[in-house]
Protein backbone atom coordinates (compact mmCIF):
# COMPACT_ATOMS: atom_id res chain seq x y z
CA UNK A 1 0.00 0.00 0.00
CA UNK A 2 3.03 2.25 0.66
CA UNK A 3 4.70 1.67 -2.36
CA UNK A 4 1.46 2.35 -4.07
CA UNK A 5 0.98 5.40 -2.84
CA UNK A 6 4.83 6.29 -3.23
CA UNK A 7 4.17 5.64 -6.77
CA UNK A 8 1.34 7.85 -7.11
CA UNK A 9 3.22 10.61 -5.44
CA UNK A 10 5.93 10.20 -8.06
CA UNK A 11 3.75 10.09 -10.84
CA UNK A 12 1.80 12.90 -9.67
CA UNK A 13 5.45 15.03 -9.62
CA UNK A 14 6.61 14.12 -13.17
CA UNK A 15 3.41 15.06 -14.45
CA UNK A 16 3.63 18.21 -12.73
CA UNK A 17 7.26 18.98 -14.29
CA UNK A 18 5.94 17.93 -17.61
CA UNK A 19 2.61 20.75 -16.87
CA UNK A 20 5.76 23.29 -15.71
CA UNK A 21 7.72 22.80 -18.98
CA UNK A 22 4.34 22.79 -21.56
CA UNK A 23 3.30 26.06 -19.86
CA UNK A 24 6.94 27.46 -20.22
CA UNK A 25 6.65 26.38 -24.16
CA UNK A 26 3.12 27.57 -24.87
CA UNK A 27 1.20 30.20 -23.43
CA UNK A 28 -1.98 29.20 -21.84
CA UNK A 29 -3.32 32.50 -20.80
CA UNK A 30 -6.58 32.67 -23.47
CA UNK A 31 -4.51 34.47 -26.41
CA UNK A 32 -3.99 32.96 -30.06
CA UNK A 33 -1.81 33.55 -32.62
CA UNK A 34 -2.02 34.84 -35.87
CA UNK A 35 -3.18 31.68 -37.33
CA UNK A 36 -5.44 31.21 -34.77
CA UNK A 37 -3.41 28.00 -32.92
CA UNK A 38 -2.03 28.46 -29.27
CA UNK A 39 0.90 31.12 -28.72
CA UNK A 40 4.69 29.23 -28.69
CA UNK A 41 6.30 31.41 -26.00
CA UNK A 42 9.44 32.15 -27.17
CA UNK A 43 8.44 33.27 -30.55
CA UNK A 44 5.54 35.90 -29.44
CA UNK A 45 4.48 38.13 -27.12
CA UNK A 46 6.68 40.12 -24.74
CA UNK A 47 8.99 42.44 -25.88
CA UNK A 48 9.43 41.46 -29.58
CA UNK A 49 5.67 42.08 -30.00
CA UNK A 50 5.71 45.48 -27.74
CA UNK A 51 7.83 46.95 -29.11
CA UNK A 52 5.60 47.23 -32.55
CA UNK A 53 3.08 48.75 -30.68
CA UNK A 54 5.11 51.00 -28.89
CA UNK A 55 6.14 52.55 -32.37
CA UNK A 56 2.70 53.14 -33.06
CA UNK A 57 1.93 54.84 -29.96
CA UNK A 58 4.63 57.18 -30.12
CA UNK A 59 3.43 58.30 -33.76
CA UNK A 60 0.08 58.77 -32.19
CA UNK A 61 1.07 60.93 -29.21
CA UNK A 62 3.63 62.87 -31.19
CA UNK A 63 0.50 63.84 -33.59
CA UNK A 64 -1.78 64.04 -30.73
CA UNK A 65 0.28 66.55 -28.82
CA UNK A 66 1.43 68.09 -31.67
CA UNK A 67 -1.95 69.29 -32.39
CA UNK A 68 -3.58 69.27 -28.71
CA UNK A 69 -1.30 71.50 -27.03
CA UNK A 70 -1.31 74.55 -29.84
CA UNK A 71 -4.86 73.96 -30.29
CA UNK A 72 -5.14 77.29 -28.24
CA UNK A 73 -2.95 79.25 -30.64
CA UNK A 74 -4.45 78.11 -33.68
CA UNK A 75 -8.30 79.33 -32.66
CA UNK A 76 -7.31 82.11 -31.02
CA UNK A 77 -4.83 83.46 -34.24
CA UNK A 78 -5.83 81.64 -37.11
CA UNK A 79 -10.01 81.28 -35.89
CA UNK A 80 -9.77 84.51 -33.85
CA UNK A 81 -11.36 83.22 -31.24
CA UNK A 82 -11.32 85.13 -27.62
CA UNK A 83 -9.22 82.94 -25.08
CA UNK A 84 -12.11 81.94 -22.87
CA UNK A 85 -14.21 80.55 -25.96
CA UNK A 86 -10.59 79.31 -27.48
CA UNK A 87 -10.11 77.60 -23.70
CA UNK A 88 -13.90 76.00 -24.06
CA UNK A 89 -13.26 74.72 -27.35
CA UNK A 90 -10.13 73.02 -26.54
CA UNK A 91 -11.43 71.65 -23.43
CA UNK A 92 -14.40 70.22 -25.26
CA UNK A 93 -12.63 68.76 -28.12
CA UNK A 94 -10.04 67.10 -25.37
CA UNK A 95 -13.23 65.75 -23.84
CA UNK A 96 -14.58 64.01 -26.46
CA UNK A 97 -11.41 63.02 -27.67
CA UNK A 98 -10.72 61.27 -24.62
CA UNK A 99 -14.69 59.92 -24.00
CA UNK A 100 -14.64 58.22 -27.79
CA UNK A 101 -12.52 55.71 -26.23
CA UNK A 102 -15.45 54.56 -24.64
CA UNK A 103 -16.97 53.50 -27.90
CA UNK A 104 -13.75 52.00 -29.01
CA UNK A 105 -13.58 50.02 -25.88
CA UNK A 106 -15.95 47.92 -25.83
CA UNK A 107 -16.63 47.28 -29.67
CA UNK A 108 -13.02 46.11 -29.29
CA UNK A 109 -13.79 43.89 -26.26
CA UNK A 110 -17.27 42.87 -27.45
CA UNK A 111 -16.56 42.63 -31.44
CA UNK A 112 -13.87 43.83 -33.47
CA UNK A 113 -10.81 42.78 -30.94
CA UNK A 114 -8.27 45.16 -30.37
CA UNK A 115 -5.98 44.61 -33.58
CA UNK A 116 -8.45 45.37 -35.74
CA UNK A 117 -9.83 47.98 -33.96
CA UNK A 118 -6.11 49.40 -34.47
CA UNK A 119 -6.31 49.14 -38.04
CA UNK A 120 -10.13 50.73 -38.41
CA UNK A 121 -8.98 53.46 -35.97
CA UNK A 122 -5.41 54.02 -38.13
CA UNK A 123 -8.03 54.94 -41.36
CA UNK A 124 -9.69 57.25 -39.33
CA UNK A 125 -6.62 58.82 -37.87
CA UNK A 126 -5.08 59.29 -41.47
CA UNK A 127 -8.55 60.44 -42.71
CA UNK A 128 -7.98 63.54 -40.33
CA UNK A 129 -4.53 64.21 -40.45
CA UNK A 130 -4.99 64.27 -44.56
CA UNK A 131 -7.75 66.44 -44.24
CA UNK A 132 -5.61 68.74 -42.36
CA UNK A 133 -3.31 68.74 -44.50
CA UNK A 134 -5.16 69.46 -47.31
CA UNK A 135 -6.91 72.61 -45.31
CA UNK A 136 -3.41 74.35 -45.25
CA UNK A 137 -2.57 73.62 -49.05
CA UNK A 138 -5.48 73.66 -50.92
CA UNK A 139 -6.28 77.14 -51.69
CA UNK A 140 -10.03 76.64 -51.43
CA UNK A 141 -9.67 75.59 -48.44
CA UNK A 142 -7.06 77.61 -46.42
CA UNK A 143 -7.94 80.59 -43.96
CA UNK A 144 -7.50 83.82 -45.13
CA UNK A 145 -4.64 86.08 -44.07
CA UNK A 146 -4.56 87.22 -40.47
CA UNK A 147 -3.38 90.77 -41.53
CA UNK A 148 -6.18 91.39 -43.81
CA UNK A 149 -9.40 89.66 -42.31
CA UNK A 150 -10.46 88.97 -38.28
CA UNK A 151 -12.51 86.11 -39.17
CA UNK A 152 -11.06 82.99 -41.37
CA UNK A 153 -13.26 81.80 -44.44
CA UNK A 154 -16.26 79.85 -43.29
CA UNK A 155 -15.01 76.87 -45.38
CA UNK A 156 -11.85 76.63 -43.41
CA UNK A 157 -13.84 76.32 -39.69
CA UNK A 158 -15.73 73.71 -40.87
CA UNK A 159 -13.02 71.86 -42.21
CA UNK A 160 -10.61 72.59 -39.38
CA UNK A 161 -13.58 71.14 -37.46
CA UNK A 162 -14.17 68.18 -39.45
CA UNK A 163 -10.64 66.89 -39.17
CA UNK A 164 -9.71 67.53 -35.60
CA UNK A 165 -12.88 65.32 -34.65
CA UNK A 166 -11.87 62.80 -36.81
CA UNK A 167 -8.92 62.76 -34.96
CA UNK A 168 -10.80 62.10 -32.33
CA UNK A 169 -13.06 59.31 -33.59
CA UNK A 170 -9.42 58.12 -34.28
CA UNK A 171 -8.01 58.25 -30.81
CA UNK A 172 -11.22 56.31 -29.47
CA UNK A 173 -10.17 53.30 -31.08
CA UNK A 174 -6.09 53.96 -30.48
CA UNK A 175 -5.87 54.67 -27.37
CA UNK A 176 -8.22 52.05 -25.59
CA UNK A 177 -6.51 49.39 -28.04
CA UNK A 178 -3.04 50.06 -28.71
CA UNK A 179 -2.04 50.00 -24.64
CA UNK A 180 -4.19 46.79 -23.52
CA UNK A 181 -3.07 45.10 -26.58
CA UNK A 182 0.21 45.74 -25.92
CA UNK A 183 -0.19 44.46 -22.25
CA UNK A 184 -1.45 41.44 -23.68
CA UNK A 185 1.88 40.68 -25.12
CA UNK A 186 2.78 39.41 -21.36
CA UNK A 187 1.28 36.69 -19.37
CA UNK A 188 -0.06 37.31 -16.04
CA UNK A 189 0.43 33.51 -15.00
CA UNK A 190 4.21 33.39 -15.83
CA UNK A 191 6.10 35.11 -13.64
CA UNK A 192 8.96 36.78 -15.05
CA UNK A 193 5.93 38.19 -18.32
CA UNK A 194 4.18 39.49 -15.35
CA UNK A 195 6.85 41.23 -13.53
CA UNK A 196 8.00 42.74 -17.60
CA UNK A 197 4.20 44.19 -17.97
CA UNK A 198 4.68 45.98 -14.56
CA UNK A 199 7.80 47.68 -16.86
CA UNK A 200 5.80 47.80 -19.88
CA UNK A 201 3.43 50.10 -18.09
CA UNK A 202 6.13 52.36 -17.29
CA UNK A 203 8.32 52.21 -20.59
CA UNK A 204 5.08 52.83 -22.55
CA UNK A 205 4.40 56.12 -20.71
CA UNK A 206 8.13 56.69 -21.48
CA UNK A 207 7.85 56.51 -25.33
CA UNK A 208 4.45 58.27 -24.73
CA UNK A 209 6.50 61.27 -23.29
CA UNK A 210 8.96 61.33 -25.95
CA UNK A 211 6.33 61.82 -28.40
CA UNK A 212 4.62 64.84 -26.29
CA UNK A 213 8.45 65.98 -26.12
CA UNK A 214 9.11 66.42 -30.33
CA UNK A 215 5.13 67.41 -30.70
CA UNK A 216 5.57 70.57 -28.57
CA UNK A 217 9.05 70.82 -29.93
CA UNK A 218 9.76 70.55 -33.14
CA UNK A 219 6.06 70.39 -34.54
CA UNK A 220 5.09 73.20 -32.54
CA UNK A 221 7.95 75.53 -34.04
CA UNK A 222 7.25 74.40 -37.41
CA UNK A 223 3.54 75.20 -36.32
CA UNK A 224 4.50 78.90 -35.16
CA UNK A 225 7.03 79.99 -37.28
CA UNK A 226 7.50 77.75 -40.26
CA UNK A 227 4.07 76.43 -41.47
CA UNK A 228 1.08 75.11 -40.00
CA UNK A 229 0.63 73.07 -43.20
CA UNK A 230 4.35 71.62 -43.20
CA UNK A 231 3.85 70.32 -39.72
CA UNK A 232 0.27 68.39 -40.58
CA UNK A 233 2.19 66.98 -44.23
CA UNK A 234 5.09 65.52 -41.42
CA UNK A 235 2.32 63.92 -38.95
CA UNK A 236 0.95 62.42 -41.60
CA UNK A 237 3.38 60.80 -42.97
CA UNK A 238 5.17 59.59 -39.70
CA UNK A 239 1.72 58.15 -38.72
CA UNK A 240 1.38 55.97 -41.88
CA UNK A 241 4.72 54.86 -41.39
CA UNK A 242 3.98 53.91 -38.19
CA UNK A 243 0.88 52.23 -39.06
CA UNK A 244 2.78 49.94 -41.89
CA UNK A 245 5.80 49.21 -39.13
CA UNK A 246 2.24 47.92 -36.89
CA UNK A 247 0.95 45.91 -39.15
CA UNK A 248 4.45 43.98 -40.03
CA UNK A 249 4.59 42.81 -36.99
CA UNK A 250 1.43 40.82 -36.93
CA UNK A 251 3.16 37.42 -36.67
CA UNK A 252 4.89 37.85 -33.30
CA UNK A 253 1.47 39.20 -31.51
CA UNK A 254 -0.72 37.27 -28.86
CA UNK A 255 -4.63 38.02 -29.82
CA UNK A 256 -7.56 37.89 -27.69
CA UNK A 257 -10.76 37.09 -28.70
CA UNK A 258 -13.40 39.35 -28.26
CA UNK A 259 -16.04 37.24 -26.35
CA UNK A 260 -19.48 39.23 -26.50
CA UNK A 261 -20.92 42.47 -24.53
CA UNK A 262 -19.01 42.45 -21.31
CA UNK A 263 -21.75 44.33 -19.79
CA UNK A 264 -24.34 41.62 -20.27
CA UNK A 265 -22.56 39.31 -17.65
CA UNK A 266 -22.92 42.16 -15.81
CA UNK A 267 -26.57 42.44 -15.91
CA UNK A 268 -27.46 38.47 -15.13
CA UNK A 269 -25.62 38.47 -11.99
CA UNK A 270 -27.57 41.81 -10.58
CA UNK A 271 -31.00 40.21 -12.02
CA UNK A 272 -30.12 36.96 -10.51
CA UNK A 273 -29.11 38.46 -7.52
CA UNK A 274 -31.70 40.47 -6.93
CA UNK A 275 -34.24 37.63 -7.89
CA UNK A 276 -32.82 35.24 -4.97
CA UNK A 277 -32.19 38.67 -2.47
CA UNK A 278 -34.64 36.39 0.04
CA UNK A 279 -32.38 33.70 0.19
CA UNK A 280 -30.02 33.14 3.20
CA UNK A 281 -26.26 33.16 3.12
CA UNK A 282 -24.74 29.90 2.82
CA UNK A 283 -22.87 29.04 6.31
CA UNK A 284 -19.08 28.72 3.39
CA UNK A 285 -18.61 30.80 0.64
CA UNK A 286 -17.31 27.18 -0.71
CA UNK A 287 -21.06 26.12 -1.16
CA UNK A 288 -21.59 28.95 -4.24
CA UNK A 289 -21.49 28.14 -7.59
CA UNK A 290 -18.31 28.29 -9.71
CA UNK A 291 -16.84 25.99 -13.19
CA UNK A 292 -14.11 24.47 -13.94
CA UNK A 293 -10.82 26.55 -14.99
CA UNK A 294 -11.09 25.15 -18.43
CA UNK A 295 -14.51 26.44 -18.65
CA UNK A 296 -13.64 30.00 -19.05
CA UNK A 297 -10.46 31.93 -18.57
CA UNK A 298 -9.23 32.56 -15.03
CA UNK A 299 -10.99 32.36 -11.95
CA UNK A 300 -11.06 34.80 -9.14
CA UNK A 301 -11.32 33.87 -5.47
CA UNK A 302 -14.24 34.87 -3.53
CA UNK A 303 -14.37 38.39 -1.64
CA UNK A 304 -16.70 39.38 1.07
CA UNK A 305 -17.37 43.06 -0.11
CA UNK A 306 -20.33 43.62 -1.62
CA UNK A 307 -22.03 40.05 -0.46
CA UNK A 308 -25.65 40.92 -1.66
CA UNK A 309 -24.37 40.19 -5.23
CA UNK A 310 -23.03 36.80 -3.55
CA UNK A 311 -26.71 35.55 -3.95
CA UNK A 312 -26.36 35.48 -7.85
CA UNK A 313 -24.20 32.26 -7.43
CA UNK A 314 -26.50 30.40 -5.00
CA UNK A 315 -27.21 27.12 -5.95
CA UNK A 316 -31.37 26.69 -4.79
CA UNK A 317 -32.68 23.72 -4.42
CA UNK A 318 -34.32 22.58 -7.54
CA UNK A 319 -31.14 23.45 -9.52
CA UNK A 320 -29.62 19.80 -10.48
CA UNK A 321 -26.13 20.78 -11.58
CA UNK A 322 -25.22 17.30 -12.05
CA UNK A 323 -27.58 16.89 -15.39
CA UNK A 324 -27.86 20.52 -16.32
CA UNK A 325 -24.64 21.18 -17.79
CA UNK A 326 -25.20 24.86 -18.93
CA UNK A 327 -27.08 26.38 -15.79
CA UNK A 328 -29.48 29.36 -16.72
CA UNK A 329 -27.05 32.64 -16.54
CA UNK A 330 -30.30 34.96 -15.11
CA UNK A 331 -30.72 32.54 -12.51
CA UNK A 332 -27.13 31.11 -11.85
CA UNK A 333 -23.96 33.15 -11.58
CA UNK A 334 -20.33 31.88 -10.75
CA UNK A 335 -18.33 33.28 -8.05
CA UNK A 336 -16.10 34.40 -11.24
CA UNK A 337 -19.05 36.41 -12.33
CA UNK A 338 -20.02 37.79 -9.30
CA UNK A 339 -16.36 39.32 -8.43
CA UNK A 340 -15.99 40.86 -12.05
CA UNK A 341 -18.85 42.50 -11.12
CA UNK A 342 -17.61 43.85 -7.34
CA UNK A 343 -14.63 44.49 -9.78
CA UNK A 344 -16.50 47.53 -11.80
CA UNK A 345 -18.49 48.90 -8.78
CA UNK A 346 -15.02 48.83 -6.55
CA UNK A 347 -13.50 50.63 -9.60
CA UNK A 348 -16.71 53.92 -9.56
CA UNK A 349 -14.99 55.79 -6.35
CA UNK A 350 -11.30 55.66 -7.62
CA UNK A 351 -12.69 56.70 -11.13
CA UNK A 352 -14.49 59.85 -9.25
CA UNK A 353 -11.54 60.70 -7.02
CA UNK A 354 -9.59 60.70 -9.92
CA UNK A 355 -11.45 63.58 -11.80
CA UNK A 356 -9.62 66.51 -9.72
CA UNK A 357 -6.01 65.56 -11.23
CA UNK A 358 -8.08 65.42 -14.92
CA UNK A 359 -8.79 69.02 -14.00
CA UNK A 360 -5.11 70.37 -12.82
CA UNK A 361 -3.83 68.36 -16.39
CA UNK A 362 -6.58 70.44 -18.75
CA UNK A 363 -4.61 73.40 -17.65
CA UNK A 364 -1.49 72.30 -19.59
CA UNK A 365 -2.94 72.97 -22.99
CA UNK A 366 -5.07 76.27 -22.29
CA UNK A 367 -4.13 78.44 -19.79
CA UNK A 368 -0.54 77.59 -19.12
CA UNK A 369 0.56 77.90 -22.62
CA UNK A 370 -1.79 81.55 -22.86
CA UNK A 371 0.44 82.64 -19.76
CA UNK A 372 3.62 81.58 -22.21
CA UNK A 373 2.18 83.76 -25.22
CA UNK A 374 2.93 86.96 -22.84
CA UNK A 375 6.43 86.21 -21.08
CA UNK A 376 9.85 86.54 -22.61
CA UNK A 377 10.60 83.20 -24.23
CA UNK A 378 13.73 84.05 -26.13
CA UNK A 379 16.62 81.84 -25.38
CA UNK A 380 19.74 83.72 -26.28
CA UNK A 381 19.48 86.91 -28.12
CA UNK A 382 17.56 85.47 -31.46
CA UNK A 383 15.67 82.34 -30.99
CA UNK A 384 12.35 82.12 -29.37
CA UNK A 385 10.91 79.37 -28.78
CA UNK A 386 6.99 78.92 -29.27
CA UNK A 387 4.21 79.19 -26.46
CA UNK A 388 3.48 75.16 -25.95
CA UNK A 389 7.05 73.83 -26.22
CA UNK A 390 7.43 74.96 -22.45
CA UNK A 391 5.02 71.99 -22.23
CA UNK A 392 8.57 69.92 -23.12
CA UNK A 393 9.45 70.07 -18.94
CA UNK A 394 6.66 67.87 -18.18
CA UNK A 395 7.25 65.57 -20.76
CA UNK A 396 11.10 65.93 -19.11
CA UNK A 397 10.34 65.36 -15.90
CA UNK A 398 7.97 62.46 -16.93
CA UNK A 399 10.30 60.57 -18.50
CA UNK A 400 13.49 61.10 -16.00
CA UNK A 401 10.65 59.97 -12.88
CA UNK A 402 9.89 57.10 -14.91
CA UNK A 403 13.10 55.55 -15.54
CA UNK A 404 14.09 56.13 -12.31
CA UNK A 405 11.09 54.85 -10.72
CA UNK A 406 11.54 51.68 -13.09
CA UNK A 407 14.98 51.29 -12.40
CA UNK A 408 16.02 51.77 -8.79
CA UNK A 409 12.80 52.87 -6.82
CA UNK A 410 10.90 49.25 -7.72
CA UNK A 411 13.76 47.53 -6.59
CA UNK A 412 14.12 49.20 -3.46
CA UNK A 413 10.20 48.97 -2.97
CA UNK A 414 10.61 45.18 -3.57
CA UNK A 415 13.22 44.53 -0.94
CA UNK A 416 11.40 46.91 1.75
CA UNK A 417 7.92 45.69 1.85
CA UNK A 418 7.75 42.20 -0.29
CA UNK A 419 5.44 43.30 -2.72
CA UNK A 420 6.64 42.72 -6.04
CA UNK A 421 4.91 45.93 -7.47
CA UNK A 422 6.63 47.53 -4.90
CA UNK A 423 4.17 49.67 -3.28
CA UNK A 424 0.61 48.80 -4.23
CA UNK A 425 -0.89 50.50 -7.30
CA UNK A 426 -3.74 53.09 -5.32
CA UNK A 427 -0.52 54.20 -3.23
CA UNK A 428 1.38 54.83 -6.31
CA UNK A 429 -1.70 57.14 -7.56
CA UNK A 430 -1.74 59.09 -4.10
CA UNK A 431 1.49 60.11 -4.34
CA UNK A 432 0.81 61.38 -7.52
CA UNK A 433 -2.06 63.14 -6.35
CA UNK A 434 -0.16 65.09 -3.68
CA UNK A 435 2.01 66.83 -6.97
CA UNK A 436 -1.05 67.90 -8.44
CA UNK A 437 -2.16 69.50 -5.52
CA UNK A 438 2.23 71.06 -5.06
CA UNK A 439 1.57 72.19 -9.22
CA UNK A 440 -1.49 74.35 -8.80
CA UNK A 441 -0.47 76.26 -5.61
CA UNK A 442 3.47 76.48 -7.41
CA UNK A 443 0.90 77.57 -10.74
CA UNK A 444 -0.69 80.23 -8.56
CA UNK A 445 2.10 82.25 -6.95
CA UNK A 446 3.99 82.51 -10.37
CA UNK A 447 0.29 83.78 -11.89
CA UNK A 448 0.88 86.14 -8.79
CA UNK A 449 4.08 87.22 -9.83
CA UNK A 450 3.66 87.49 -13.42
CA UNK A 451 0.12 90.31 -12.69
CA UNK A 452 2.50 92.12 -10.75
CA UNK A 453 5.20 92.28 -13.78
CA UNK A 454 2.38 93.50 -15.71
CA UNK A 455 1.30 96.15 -13.45
CA UNK A 456 4.97 97.48 -13.39
CA UNK A 457 5.38 97.38 -17.03
CA UNK A 458 2.12 96.93 -18.88
CA UNK A 459 -0.29 99.35 -17.21
CA UNK A 460 2.09 101.68 -15.25
CA UNK A 461 4.99 102.06 -17.62
CA UNK A 462 2.88 101.66 -20.83
CA UNK A 463 5.21 98.69 -22.62
CA UNK A 464 3.46 96.77 -25.21
CA UNK A 465 4.29 93.08 -26.23
CA UNK A 466 5.84 90.55 -24.45
CA UNK A 467 7.03 90.85 -20.30
CA UNK A 468 10.25 90.94 -19.24
CA UNK A 469 9.82 87.61 -17.14
CA UNK A 470 10.71 84.90 -18.75
CA UNK A 471 8.09 82.04 -19.59
CA UNK A 472 10.47 79.79 -17.85
CA UNK A 473 9.17 80.97 -14.35
CA UNK A 474 6.38 78.51 -15.69
CA UNK A 475 8.89 75.22 -15.42
CA UNK A 476 8.49 74.50 -11.77
CA UNK A 477 4.65 73.97 -11.96
CA UNK A 478 4.92 72.09 -15.48
CA UNK A 479 7.64 69.93 -13.49
CA UNK A 480 5.83 69.26 -10.72
CA UNK A 481 2.79 68.13 -12.45
CA UNK A 482 5.62 65.59 -14.71
CA UNK A 483 6.42 63.98 -11.89
CA UNK A 484 2.65 63.74 -10.61
CA UNK A 485 2.11 62.03 -13.92
CA UNK A 486 4.52 59.54 -13.91
CA UNK A 487 2.97 58.50 -11.18
CA UNK A 488 -0.65 59.17 -11.11
CA UNK A 489 -1.22 58.83 -15.00
CA UNK A 490 1.02 55.79 -14.99
CA UNK A 491 -0.78 54.09 -11.42
CA UNK A 492 -4.38 54.74 -13.30
CA UNK A 493 -3.37 52.89 -16.89
CA UNK A 494 -2.12 49.86 -14.50
CA UNK A 495 -4.90 50.34 -12.35
CA UNK A 496 -7.85 50.06 -14.96
CA UNK A 497 -5.86 47.30 -17.23
CA UNK A 498 -5.29 45.28 -14.03
CA UNK A 499 -8.61 45.94 -12.04
CA UNK A 500 -11.46 44.99 -14.61
CA UNK A 501 -12.41 41.78 -15.60
CA UNK A 502 -10.37 40.34 -18.29
CA UNK A 503 -12.57 40.51 -21.01
CA UNK A 504 -13.00 44.53 -20.73
CA UNK A 505 -9.63 45.46 -20.50
CA UNK A 506 -9.73 47.86 -23.85
CA UNK A 507 -12.63 49.45 -22.14
CA UNK A 508 -10.51 49.38 -18.75
CA UNK A 509 -7.66 51.35 -20.34
CA UNK A 510 -10.74 53.68 -21.97
CA UNK A 511 -12.33 54.26 -18.59
CA UNK A 512 -8.94 55.86 -17.51
CA UNK A 513 -8.53 57.77 -20.41
CA UNK A 514 -12.15 59.10 -19.63
CA UNK A 515 -10.36 60.64 -16.21
CA UNK A 516 -8.78 63.12 -18.49
CA UNK A 517 -11.84 63.73 -21.14
CA UNK A 518 -14.47 64.64 -17.99
CA UNK A 519 -11.52 66.52 -16.54
CA UNK A 520 -11.85 68.43 -19.63
CA UNK A 521 -14.97 69.07 -19.38
CA UNK A 522 -15.37 69.67 -15.63
CA UNK A 523 -12.51 72.26 -16.72
CA UNK A 524 -14.80 73.95 -18.78
CA UNK A 525 -17.89 73.42 -16.23
CA UNK A 526 -15.07 75.37 -13.67
CA UNK A 527 -14.70 78.60 -15.52
CA UNK A 528 -18.03 78.97 -16.51
CA UNK A 529 -18.87 79.13 -13.04
CA UNK A 530 -16.60 80.95 -11.79
CA UNK A 531 -16.75 83.26 -14.61
CA UNK A 532 -21.00 83.76 -13.82
CA UNK A 533 -20.29 84.09 -10.07
CA UNK A 534 -16.84 86.62 -10.34
CA UNK A 535 -18.61 88.39 -13.04
CA UNK A 536 -21.50 89.45 -10.09
CA UNK A 537 -18.40 90.55 -7.73
CA UNK A 538 -17.39 93.27 -10.66
CA UNK A 539 -14.35 91.85 -12.36
CA UNK A 540 -14.43 88.16 -13.96
CA UNK A 541 -11.23 85.68 -13.27
CA UNK A 542 -11.10 85.02 -17.06
CA UNK A 543 -11.15 88.32 -19.93
CA UNK A 544 -10.46 88.45 -23.05
CA UNK A 545 -6.95 89.34 -22.34
CA UNK A 546 -4.84 87.39 -19.92
CA UNK A 547 -2.84 90.02 -18.49
CA UNK A 548 -6.40 91.08 -16.78
CA UNK A 549 -7.44 87.83 -15.62
CA UNK A 550 -6.97 86.30 -12.51
CA UNK A 551 -5.90 82.63 -13.02
CA UNK A 552 -3.76 82.86 -10.33
CA UNK A 553 -7.34 82.81 -8.30
CA UNK A 554 -8.81 80.01 -10.60
CA UNK A 555 -5.49 78.28 -9.48
CA UNK A 556 -5.85 78.83 -5.84
CA UNK A 557 -9.57 77.15 -6.32
CA UNK A 558 -8.08 73.91 -7.85
CA UNK A 559 -5.14 73.33 -5.65
CA UNK A 560 -8.09 73.28 -2.73
CA UNK A 561 -10.10 71.39 -4.46
CA UNK A 562 -7.67 68.84 -4.93
CA UNK A 563 -6.86 68.57 -1.44
CA UNK A 564 -10.09 68.19 -0.13
CA UNK A 565 -10.59 65.49 -3.25
CA UNK A 566 -6.86 63.57 -1.42
CA UNK A 567 -8.42 63.38 1.72
CA UNK A 568 -11.49 60.97 0.28
CA UNK A 569 -9.39 59.48 -1.95
CA UNK A 570 -6.88 58.28 0.99
CA UNK A 571 -9.89 56.83 2.50
CA UNK A 572 -11.30 55.17 0.14
CA UNK A 573 -8.08 53.38 -1.09
CA UNK A 574 -7.59 52.02 3.06
CA UNK A 575 -10.70 50.11 2.17
CA UNK A 576 -10.32 48.94 -1.14
CA UNK A 577 -10.09 45.18 -2.39
CA UNK A 578 -7.89 44.67 -4.88
CA UNK A 579 -8.41 41.91 -7.62
CA UNK A 580 -7.74 38.16 -6.76
CA UNK A 581 -7.06 35.42 -9.20
CA UNK A 582 -6.58 32.01 -8.60
CA UNK A 583 -3.57 31.13 -10.67
CA UNK A 584 -3.84 27.33 -9.19
CA UNK A 585 -7.23 26.70 -11.24
CA UNK A 586 -8.83 24.74 -8.78
CA UNK A 587 -12.48 25.70 -7.80
CA UNK A 588 -14.89 24.42 -5.08
CA UNK A 589 -17.40 21.95 -6.71
CA UNK A 590 -20.98 22.75 -5.25
CA UNK A 591 -22.56 20.69 -7.16
CA UNK A 592 -24.39 18.75 -4.15
CA UNK A 593 -23.75 21.00 -1.11
CA UNK A 594 -20.52 19.78 -0.46
CA UNK A 595 -17.14 21.34 -1.05
CA UNK A 596 -14.59 19.14 -2.65
CA UNK A 597 -11.41 20.08 -4.36
CA UNK A 598 -11.34 19.67 -8.41
CA UNK A 599 -8.47 20.03 -10.64
CA UNK A 600 -8.85 22.43 -13.68
Request: aromatic letters at 12%.
Amino acid sequence: MEQEMKNCTTKGEEETVRGEDDGNKWVYDSSLDHKGRVPLRTSTGVWKAALFIIVIEFSERLTYFGTATNLISYLTKVIHQDLKEAAKSVNNWAGVTTMMPLLGGFFADAYTGRFSMILISSGLYLMGMGLLTMSQFIPGLKPCSTDTCSHPRKVHEVVFFLAIYLLSLGTGGHKPCLESFGADQFDDDHTEERKQKMSYFNWWSFALCCGLLLGVTLIVYLEDYVSWGLASLILTATMAVAVMIFYFGKPFYRYRVPEGSPLTPMLQVLFAAIRKRNLPYPPNPALLYEKSHKDKGRLLYHTNNLRFLDKAAIVEGSTNLLTEKQPNPWRLATVTEVEEMKLVINIIPIWLTSLPFGVSLAQTTTFFVKQSSTMNRKIGNDFEIPPASIHALSAIAMMVSVAIYDKILVRMLRRATGNERGINILQRIGFGMIFSILAMATAAIVEMKRLRVVEKEIILGGKTGTLSMSAFWLGPQYIILGIGDSFTLVGLQEYFYDQVPDSMRSLGIAIYLSVIGVGSFLSSFLITLADHVTKKSGTSWFGKDTNKSRLDNFYWLLAVLNGLNLCVYVLLAKRYTYKDVNRSGIVADSYKGESKVLEA
